[in-house]
């Protein structure tokens, strides 16, 4: 079973690297809770419409975007894994205008999973690589820092 | 002789709790002597690679925030790996990346990944709510483009120099 969660977080990151958004409701729970950081542009979604909308904000702004995974393990019902998320950034993001940019974020993940599918993913990432990458101007920086 | 636990994540507690009590010759004894940490990319120092470079950037950070505490949140692992996820606090009374004391208070999500048997930590990825950091301790854009931007200012990419370092 716990090999089969494996698997399963594999497909998540799989359908973020490619936009198979048909996949999402054989890899999330209806009930799915994703958290990010705060300063995240969306800091929290919620359910299949919430992963649908991530991904494909994520994947316009960044078409080519991957999630590598360097590292995945588990225990029971739960996983880990850190990645390294690549993307080029050819339409707007947020209010960010397109750069042209190449992107490399480094995520560190866990998940719950419950009757084979993801209910809860807590992720942290490298923001400040994020803002850096994507060049962001000072009246940007500052209403981040203001948030 | 390092002690022996019952598995990699009440090693890790254990860790934990000894960070808590700020007890640096007992948190010694739980690094192997060439254990490598990885911070991320944009953090000022990407790598400590060694238990003494380690050791010695946990006693510096001490000194900015003397009652640092961390709340486990999440705990568990596998054979050789444990991760744990902890809501990390402090007051700032002392210089930290080049910001005088403040006297403010800072909680921030943190996520690590150990590689790590029931003896000792061999290597650790450490990922951090950064942005958090700044926004508490009132740092302006200023301040992020000079310390945390370099590369916009040297003309070359540090971000990338780093990502390279051996």
């Known amino acids: 079973m716990s090999h089969r969660n494996l698997e399963l977080v594999k497909k998540l990151h799989h359908i973020w690297s490619t936009g198979k958004t048909d996949l999402i409701a054989d890899v999330y729970s209806r009930d799915f809770v994703g958290y990010w950081p705060k300063s995240a542009l969306v800091p929290e979604r919620h359910g299949h419409e919430g992963v649908m909308f991530g991904v494909q904000a994520l994947r316009t702004a960044f078409p080519d975007w991957k999630e590598t995974v360097v590292d995945l393990f588990y225990e029971e019902n ?5 990645t390294i998320a690549t993307g080029t950034h050819t339409e707007k993001f947020g ?7 190449l992107v490399e974020i480094h995520e560190a993940s866990t998940f719950k999973i419950f009757e084979g599918k993801v209910v809860e993913h807590q992720c942290l990432f490298d923001e400040l690589a994020r803002l850096n990458a994507l060049n962001v101007d000072k009246s940007y920086l500052r209403k981040i820092l203001k948030k | 002789m390092a002690k022996l636990y019952a598995n990699p994540a009440e090693l890790i507690r254990n860790y934990i709790e000894c960070r808590n009590q700020n007890d640096v010759h007992e948190m010694r004894g739980f690094f192997a002597p060439k254990m490598v940490v990885h911070f991320p990319p944009s953090a000022p120092v990407t790598h ?3 238990a003494d470079e380690f050791t010695q950037s946990i006693i510096d950070f001490r000194v900015a925030f003397c009652d640092w505490h961390e709340e486990l ?25 080049g910001i005088a004391g403040t006297g403010k208070r800072v909680e921030f999500l943190s996520t690590t990944v150990f590689r790590v048997n029931t003896q000792q930590i061999f290597e650790q990825w450490y990922m ?13 854009e200023d ?24």
């Open chain 2, 128 to 140: 951090y709510d950064a942005v958090s950091i700044l926004q508490q301790l009132d740092v302006n």
């Open chain 2, 143 to 166: 301040y992020v483009e000079r310390k945390l931007f370099p590369d916009r200012f040297s003309g070359g990419n540090a971000m990338e120099a780093k990502r390279h370092e051996p």
């Open chain 1, 95 to 101: 209010e960010l205008e397109p750069t042209g940019n």
């Open chain 1, 78 to 82: 739960k996983v880990a894994s850190r």
């Open chain 2, 73 to 97: 949140l999440e705990l568990w692992g596998s054979e050789d790996k444990v991760v744990c996820r902890v809501v990390e606090s402090g007051i700032q009374h002392g210089e930290y990346m």
């Open chain 2, 48 to 50: 400590y690679r060694s």
